[in-house]
């Protein structure tokens, strides 16, 4: 397996370009998010006709949206590109990217940017990070609800020399255990819809992280039994899940959990559900994508990242 790409770190006052390259954003709540950005010491840059642009569900036309994306890539002035807020659109601008001539820069976001993150992964082993977005996270604050956790965050931005441990607070190991492997995956809907393409996520020796909202149980679970039946959780080392909010179903049916206990739980790796990743109403933690971890699932779940996610 070709080693993989990681990005420089973020120091202090280096700039940052918010970009929009699925759906449209609230201006309020974009406006809050680049304040918080400053407030961790970097500056933000934004090209806010384009980043607020309506246009249906999309945040501008695939072209346009497209055209941002390279250019954020390949600009010299910023360090990171952090995605204004997830929504639907990103599938768009894959097909025709190339990114082999450009250096590895960091990628921040989640939700539907789990295409672009699969993509960069799978085409270019760039490691990117699955945590909060400008108007999706940052808005809210440090470890304030529906905020994020500032520790993983400036952790996994910032540290070149060690790895760290993420704690996976108030989640249950489903199956307990302990396993290594590269930290992938990212929102249940994209990883599916990557089944297919060029691009599609090699899971094997991954602890494979898995998350999702407004899905019905019933919807989870017909996911998860196309992963399986697709052999994605063949070699796999341990799985952690989020709390999937907005999911219930009819009262007294299965719950998403109880279909994760039934679909997963007779794999054999370890499985951790209820995790703060994603879409959460908790602080939400920020994993490095393409990174070796060791998940240990017991009394008290927890992540322990092996290596640092950028590179000095």
């Not at 384009?50 to 010299?76: Q, S, V, Y």
């Not at 921040?108 to 909060?132: A, C, N």
């Amino acid at each position: 397996m070709p080693q993989a790409l990681k990005p420089p770190p973020l120091q202090a006052g280096d700039a940052v370009r918010i970009l929009s390259i699925a759906s449209p954003v609230v201006e309020a709540r974009l406006r809050a998010g680049a304040e918080e950005i400053g407030k961790l010491g970097f500056r933000a840059l934004s090209d806010d006709q384009r980043t607020l642009a309506p246009g249906d569900f999309f945040a501008g036309t695939a072209a346009e949206r497209g055209a941002a994306l390279k250019e954020a890539l390949t600009e010299t002035n910023t360090r990171g590109i952090f995605a204004s807020r997830g929504g639907y659109g990103s599938n768009y601008l894959l097909e025709g990217l190339s990114v082999a001539l450009v250096p590895p820069k960091i990628l921040l976001g989640y939700s539907d940017l789990t295409s672009l993150q699969i993509f960069l992964w799978q085409k270019f082993r760039w490691v990117t990070l699955y945590g909060p977005m400008v108007a999706a996270g940052l808005d809210q604050g440090a470890d304030a609800e529906h905020g994020y956790d500032r520790g993983s965050l400036m952790h996994a931005l910032t540290e070149t020399k060690s790895g760290w441990t993420v704690g996976l607070y108030d989640a249950e190991a489903i199956v307990p255990g302990g396993a290594d492997g590269l930290l992938l995956g990212g929102c249940l809907t994209l990883v599916e819809t990557a089944l297919g393409t060029p691009w599609e996520l090699d899971t094997h020796g991954s602890i494979l992280v898995l998350e999702d909202r407004g899905m019905k149980p019933w919807q989870v679970d017909r996911a998860l039994m196309h992963l399986k039946q697709a052999g994605k959780f063949r070699g796999v080392s341990g799985i952690v899940l989020g709390d999937f909010p907005e999911c219930e179903g009819p009262e007294g049916s299965e719950t998403v959990r109880d279909v994760v206990r039934r679909v997963l739980g007779t794999f054999g790796f370890p499985v951790v559900w209820g995790a703060a990743i994603g879409h959460t109403a908790r602080p939400m933690l920020t994993l490095p994508l393409g990174v070796r971890a060791r998940l240990r699932a017991d009394d008290e779940p927890r992540l322990e990242i092996l290596e640092p996610a950028c590179k000095a």
